[in-house]
């Protein structure tokens, strides 16, 4: 019996589409985000149907059906939302890194701890593509910039706390 391998591409752990998602995610904030945000909006353009397990601010929660129509579900077996995290932050890291490396990222901001596009050195046409894909699931990236928006990346009630996506029990707020 021959041994069967499966392989599966998951665009999550891929540095070229981290690197689009994160023009994305720059893109599509009303203010820079900080990494940590970044993290967590990056988390949620990978795996949209995860945003059912968010502990939504009051009148958000209702947005999630339209954010959510059209997206395709997740087959097979997926880990734990602190698990995959976990897994996609070195790739988020090397992203982060390259956008700096060719000048997309402003390094000033960076610095601060937030993302923001140096819009001189994002070429037209990959700033074009990030927007038109975020032109094409706007109610999911409306939704996940607003809750981004609505609710502090710590502390209890903060945005770690309420999707579960990093340690909050410790952060000086």
Do not use: C, W
């Not at 995610?25 to 990056?42: C, E, H, K, L, Y």
């Not at 795996?47 to 009148?59: C, E, H, I, S, T």
């Not at 339209?66 to 880990?79: F, Q, R």
Request: hydrophobic share 45%.
């Amino acid at each position: 019996m021959a041994l069967v391998i499966q392989l599966a591409y998951q665009p999550a752990y891929d540095p070229f589409h981290t690197v689009m998602r994160m023009i994305r995610i720059a893109d599509f904030m009303a203010t820079s985000p900080s990494v940590g945000q970044a993290r967590i909006a990056d988390f949620y353009l990978s795996f949209p149907g995860r945003l059912d397990d968010v502990k939504f601010p009051r009148g958000m929660r209702g947005r999630l059906r339209a954010a959510l129509a059209g997206v395709s579900p997740h087959y097979g077996a997926v880990p734990a939302d602190e698990t995959v995290l976990r897994k996609m932050r070195p790739i988020q890291d090397a992203a982060m890194q390259t956008l700096l490396g060719n000048g997309s990222l402003d390094h000033h901001a960076f610095e601060a701890g937030t993302i923001a596009l140096d819009l001189g050195s994002v070429s037209d046409r990959l700033l074009a593509r990030a927007q038109a894909r975020n032109s094409e699931e706007k109610p999911l990236v409306e939704l996940i910039r607003d809750l981004i928006a609505a609710v502090p990346l710590e502390g209890v009630d903060g945005l770690k706390h309420r999707t579960g996506l990093g340690e909050h029990r410790y952060d000086a707020v």
